[in-house]
């Protein structure tokens, strides 16, 4: 999988959108990008992915630069129930083989929604 | 709720304890996994099923045995656990082996102490 940056740390003022920022400059040509979040002490969820078109769901927007060299996940408007950890990842859609199976969820972007 | 449901929620156990963790989904999916998350590591793979028929070990020492009589039920039976084995152990199931188009959906984890 391709390797991704993100910043360690973000302040989001509560009721304003939180864009998150990822670069994965290595990424292949058959590579999603994928965002999940972990709330403290739960267990990582599923946000949104995409290939090369921007993509919108019900928890956020996830734009793509048009070389795919980077993405930026949006929280359209930040609450204090979207405080967590956001992890980018690249990785194919459908993987096989052994040690394939891995999700590889780096250290991530730790957001904080401030009242 | 996200269709996997992880029970105990938290576990104290000794070193010369048995004690089984357990995972359950009703998502219809065919794969499920288990993960280990350490204090400030990344998400570790321990095992992964297809059709409840084991196809990863991820180099776990034997004091871990998983069991999955069914596609919907994954356990983790622990014994002789040491206090570096304490941390936040994740279940994961998918529509299928390695697929994570729609995202694998995590449950909430048991969060463990060996003493």
């Known amino acids: 999988d391709a390797k991704t940056t993100q910043p360690t740390s973000m302040d989001c003022a509560e009721g304003r959108a939180a864009n998150l920022p990822c670069n994965h400059s290595t990424i292949s040509g058959n590579e999603y990008v994928y965002w999940y979040r972990q709330i403290h002490s739960q267990g990582p969820q599923y946000i949104i992915h995409?290939?090369?078109n921007n993509e919108t769901n019900e928890m956020a927007s996830l734009i793509i630069t048009e070389d795919r060299k980077s993405s930026t996940l949006i929280l359209p408007h930040a609450t204090l129930r979207d405080t967590a950890v956001y992890y980018c990842i690249v990785r194919v859609a459908r993987s096989s083989g052994a040690g394939s199976y891995q999700l590889t969820f780096g250290k991530g972007t730790k957001l904080s929604v401030i009242p | 709720e996200t269709g996997v449901t992880q029970t105990p929620r938290h576990l104290v156990m000794g070193m010369t304890n048995k004690k089984s963790l357990k995972c359950e989904q009703h998502?219809?999916?065919?794969?499920m996994y288990w993960y280990k998350q350490s204090a400030k590591k990344p998400l570790e793979l321990m095992f992964v099923y297809n059709f409840k028929e084991q196809t990863e070990n991820n180099s776990v020492p034997s004091r871990f045995s998983p069991e999955c009589p069914n596609s919907s039920h994954l356990f983790l039976h622990l014994h002789t656990l040491q206090p570096e084995d304490s941390a936040l152990y994740l279940c994961a199931s998918s529509q299928s082996l390695g697929e994570s188009y729609y995202g694998y959906t995590f449950g909430s984890g048991t969060r463990l102490t060996v003493v």
């Open positions: 998502l219809g999916h065919n794969a």
């Open positions: 995409g290939l090369k």
